[in-house]
């Protein structure tokens, strides 16, 4: 090795500097992202020990909003195999795929269809920056070995015909496969990973707002699984709010709440907020009559003709808005906010600016201190600024965002608070499903965590790894609590869980 490298024995803290100088050498975020995924091609320690030497600074960049970009332009920048593409023409071949000696740790799974990323629709193949987005942050801050995790696309091609015929388009060609082709493909999927990888953890990750609830719904008792867009931003708009409210001191039954946008996250967040109403001592009717939904179509009323199923719990009887004052036949955000008077505006709509200032200045004109949380991913999706927000509420909004903006006291209402820390959780307790328990626990623990220095609601970035223990062990307790724990006590401990979570070091 003598005069094939220079004298200079490097240090990993030498070696991070050195990418670190890199990085901020470039000229924009999808270039260090792009710089980003090649160093986790070549050298994964050194990269999860950069993202974990300044996680402020780097889960930006690894995950929202940088991936957003990062999915539109992945054939663009794919380099090397990284994860499974699990193509439709290959579907009688999965067990085979699956096989693959390399991947007997595998522990964590997570797997899109690429339909529905963040905000940007039908991505495709493209979609695979995704699951390997979500699996790094399991790595930094859940402490997942790299080994033991492994991103998964189901390419059932894509509707985006700019994808499609794109010269450099890594994925199959061909329209989208729907209906029972789609289905039996899923199943072939989901029974090859129960055979191949027994007590495994999947993820399903940004699939569309139908098939984002049949699967859950058809799976959650096959496999040790879950959905993040449904129910990790439920947790975590849930626990945010919690925490929201122990400051301003109006207790959660009394709030009055919009939702604007009722897919898969919004209705998730919905239903969790009803649950969580209900914990607080509410019926569920009187829970429901405290959450108004906004949709594409206006308010969500029992009498709008073929409502998605998740959109049906939702609906109010439209004897409730007689009387309203109404600036036009269909009632829209605008109307909703005049009359409902809310003191909780929630955003998973997708729209661009939807909180205009009108909006946020009659809902200020009826709340001392409103929260309001544009939740949509990415930056370019958002419901409104953040700064926006604050100023058209003399500075009393209690305001997070979906992704980070940069402005002091804003709170990033980020699913890296809940994922990480129940999937370790149920992982600890060797769970045989996870429960809505589960993740109630997740919820209300992170809203007693505590705030960031600068006013915002949740911790610090920094401390997402204690985040992710704390959680962990909540989940892994309510895990016994629901009947579906296995591990013997002794390993559900702090001290037992934090002593699974690998830290980026050379061996």
Known sequence: MHGLLPPHVGTLGSQIARRRRALEGMADDFHRYAFLRELQDSNEVLF??????????????????????????????????????????????IADILADPALDRVKVIVVSDGERILGLGDQGAGGMGIPIGKLALYTACAGIHPAEVLPILLDVGTDNVARREDPLYVGWRNPRIRGPEYDAFVEAFVAAVADRFPGVLLQWEDFAGRNAYDLLDRYRDR??????????TAATATGTLLAAIRRTGEPLAQQRIVLFGAGAAGSGVAEMLVRAMMAAGLDEAAARSRIWAVDRDGLILSNIPRLPAQQVPLAHDPAEVTGWTLTDARIGLYDTV????????????????????PVVRAMAAGCAAPVIFPLSNPVSRAEAHPADLLAWTDGRALVGTGSPFGVAGVTQVNNVYIF???????????????????????????????????????????????????????VAAQAVRDSVATAPAAEMTAEAIAGRMWEAVYD
């Open 48 to 93: 999860h020990a950069l993202v974990q030497s300044d996680l402020p600074r780097m889960l930006p960049l690894v995950y929202t909003p940088t991936v957003g970009e990062g999915c539109e332009r992945f054939s663009d920048i794919w380099r090397r195999p990284r994860g499974l593409f699990l193509s439709y023409p290959n579907r009688n071949r």
């Open 420 to 474: 990480p820390g129940v999937g370790l959780g149920a992982l600890a307790a060797q769970a045989s499903r996870v429960t809505d328990g589960m993740f109630m626990a997740a919820a209300e623990t992170l809203g007693t965590l505590g705030g960031a220095a600068d006013g915002s609601l949740l911790p610090p970035i920094e401390q997402l790894r204690a985040v992710a223990l704390t959680i962990a062990v909540a």
């Open 338 to 357: 005049v009359n409902v008077k809310p003191t909780v505006l929630i955003g998973a709509s997708g729209q661009m600016g939807a909180f205009g200032e």
């Open 223 to 232: 496999l040790l699984s879950f959905n993040d867009d449904i129910q990790g």
